[in-house]
């Protein structure tokens, strides 16, 4: 469980942040190898459609080049800073005429750990933020198996957020996956979707965050279910329909949320999609 001094530094740089011992980079280390196995299978090369409670349907896909920035690895950072130039030769074994991009420089990362390690542990010009990376990694793996119909979705719109809070919201992301997290302090992982500004039917993820005042990002915004999950490899297309009993649980955990929070969220729904999900609900419990 992360803690509140954690957390401190999760939005911070990685040469401003303390380096937090050889257990804690290793496991993190591991963490991040397990988790571009989880892009590897669940998301390289395959394309998703998402089907909503309000009819609409949104084409979504994580591409390598995005893959990087959403758990945290700040590749700017490192590839403009004087300093860190000459760490990507000696310590991630890059020649000097690569051509680098996100997606190497987190590969050569992960397959040099212990190099990396030994860099972080003594140099004042680190690679990574540990902290920021168990936040990413934990969430992105939050995300990694749609099939379980065990996320929501907010159609986001981020001058209600920031009328409703005070507060400035800086992705223009207008979907907002969330699914329930295992943190105390950080309960929702949030997954913001932007249109691609290459194709414009699809839509990809902007920012992966856990933020400690999730139910402020509710506020009188309009909630979906999901309730169709197609995925396309370009060989074979998969068709997953939620269950009565997945709807009705996320139905429910909104109307929680809304109740709690006092939140004026609407829930956008067919008319009688309530009725029918829990009467359909009781018959199955009956007929057993």
Known sequence: MISNKELQYVGDYARRVPYPGDAYAIETLEKLAYTLNIFKKKY????????????????????????????????????????????????????ENSAIDSYNLLSRIIDNGDAVIKNDRSNYNKF??????????????????????NFGVINFDKMIFQNATGKTFL????????????????????????TDSFAKDTMVPETLIAPVNFHEYLFYQELLLPIQILINDEENLSKNIATNEEKLRLLHLYKSLIEIYKTNSHINIFNDYETVLRENTVKKKTLI
């Open 44 to 95: 390289d090369g395959k394309k998703y459609s998402l089907i909503l409670s309000n009819g609409e349907e949104i084409n979504f896909e994580i591409q390598k080049k995005h893959l990087a920035h959403l758990l945290g690895l700040d590749f700017k950072g490192i590839m403009q800073s004087d300093y860190m130039k000459p760490l990507l030769y000696s310590v991630l074994g890059f020649d």
């Open 128 to 149: 990574l933020n540990y902290y920021r990376l168990v936040v990413k990694t934990s969430c992105f793996e939050k995300f990694s198996d749609f099939n379980d119909f």
């Open 171 to 194: 992705p223009n992301s207008t979907k907002l996956l969330f699914s329930q997290n295992d943190e105390a302090l950080l309960p929702y992982c949030v997954m913001g979707l932007i």
